[in-house]
């Protein structure tokens, strides 16, 4: 039983790669088969678990324009033992006119990890997406049972989530009828600030019943775990990020109903 | 004489809509003549400076299009009396398919200035850019005389600048030979942090000489005043935010010899 779950929001730098890594880190360290698919040309979760981007051939890119298979783009994290990743690189810039005038276009991500799926038992994958609503993070929730929405606490996260809500929708009604809105999670939250509660308050009003409880504040030590290309867990454990991306994943198991 | 500059960094969250809202607010307080085009579907910098996105037609999507003039898109500053703004809203995620096989596509937004300043005497035309280098930022690329790229201290920033500069070179070859590196600013700067030093150390090595002097430190009061829809130098003059960007505006000033 796979769960494939988006990490999506088209605003930039809302924690969208950070969570992804540090979820991912945290199901596989609770003994969870875990894949991180990283759907962005930067290659940030690629890099910010340690891994070098440019010279992991076949990646993300090649698979989607199936030059290669699924199972060659796989890599196992050396440290943690239930944690793969399909990693990616500049070269996924690539995909937006290779696939242009293909007409399966937008489904080729959920096409190669259905592939993936017949031969690996993979608990959960999690796919990083770009700040975009173009054609990967289209594939991505395509290709997802869930979509999990990351917000910044801060003022324009809030303007753009609508957006976001009309392409699953869209998303919902022409291509993925099963594609459910998982939840959303405030990152960056500033204990501080008026910002971060006025923020919290509208998007809890908004989202009645699907905002996380545990909102991940902003934490200097989760912007410089991916300088050392590691998750939090494995950067400084008892830091305040870690743990609230600890208490993150006990509440999507929960969601999950699982242990 | 009319500089236009281009805001850009694929990398998302960086700060390119705070730096061109007050970059813009100050050039403009200080006498200059000055238009803020908004090219990001987000349209952060419309609302960030108190305009009613969804409301104003036509916007920079129908100037690209060409189904309004580009003299009927500009609104003026209701405070500001030198800022004007051409507004962006959702409908310019449009404009990738409706560009599409139209094989001036990269030039719409080039050929919309000029026909501008044919009757207008804009001294400086800031552009904000979305988070990726598809067709909108290469249209504003194409359009430029300068390209200004905020980076933020932060680890994931280092890694995208490499890509920015390899499509400035691109760019400069192809479409637009006069494109120049104006410059790069470090944002979000955090003083109590060595990864922010890190990161400084590491740009100006990287850009030598073409690093701002000017840090612009990481500073509550920014990222509040866009909720009320205006610039810093409105909002909160004499916080640390306003000063930085005080100074960011005297030394682009100087770099183009101009007081
Ligand atoms: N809770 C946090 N506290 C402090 N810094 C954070 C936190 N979450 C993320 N960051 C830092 O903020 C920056 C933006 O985060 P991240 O790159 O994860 O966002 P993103 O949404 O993936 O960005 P993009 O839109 O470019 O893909 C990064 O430098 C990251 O290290
Ligand atoms: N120096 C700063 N100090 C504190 N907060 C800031 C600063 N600069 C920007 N911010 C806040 O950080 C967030 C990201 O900044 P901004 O939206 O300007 O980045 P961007 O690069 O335009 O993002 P996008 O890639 O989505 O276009 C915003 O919520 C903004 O208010
Ligand atoms: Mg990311
Ligand atoms: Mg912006």
């Known amino acids: 039983m796979s769960r ?12 969208k790669t950070t969570t992804s890594i540090n979820l991912a880190a945290c199901l596989a360290a609770s003994g969870k088969k875990v894949l991180l698919a990283d759907l962005d040309p930067q290659g940030n979760a690629t890099s910010g678990i340690g ?19 699924p199972e060659d783009t796989i890599r196992r994290h050396p440290f943690i033992k239930n944690l793969h990743i399909i990693p990616s690189n500049i070269e996924l810039v690539g995909a937006h006119n290779d696939l242009h005038d293909d007409p399966r276009k937008y489904f080729k991500l959920k096409h190669s990890l259905q592939k993936l799926l017949a031969n690996h038992n993979f608990e959960y994958i999690l796919i990083d997406c770009p700040p975009s609503l173009g054609i990967l993070t289209v594939n991505a929730m ?4 869930d979509l999990l929405i990351p917000i910044q606490s801060e003022y324009y996260a809030m303007e753009g989530v609508s957006l976001i809500i009309k392409t699953l929708q869209k ?3 022409k291509a993925n009828t099963s594609l459910n809105l998982f939840g959303v999670v405030l990152t960056m939250y500033d204990m501080r600030t008026n910002l971060s509660r006025q923020v919290e308050e509208e998007i809890r009003k908004h989202f009645t019943g699907r ?5 991940i504040p902003r934490s200097i030590r989760l912007g410089e775990a991916p300088s050392h290309g590691m998750p939090i867990i494995l950067y400084d454990l008892r830091s305040a990020g870690s743990q609230a991306y600890i208490k993150l994943t006990e509440e999507v198991l ?6």
Chains 1, 2 share one sequence.
């Not at 494939?4 to 924690?15: C, D, R």
């Not at 929960?254 to 242990?259: A, D, F, L, V």
Request: charged share 30%; proline share 2%; no cysteine.
């Open 171 to 173: 998303i919902r009604k």
């Open 4 to 15: 494939i779950i988006s990490i999506a929001n088209q605003k930039g730098g809302v924690g």
């Open 254 to 259: 929960e969601r999950y109903g699982r242990k």
């Open 51 to 69: 891994f070098n981007k440019d010279d992991l051939s076949p990646n993300i890119y090649e698979m989607l324009i199936q030059k290669a298979a």
């Open 211 to 215: 905002v996380f409880k545990t909102v």
């Open 142 to 145: 395509i290709a997802s049972d």
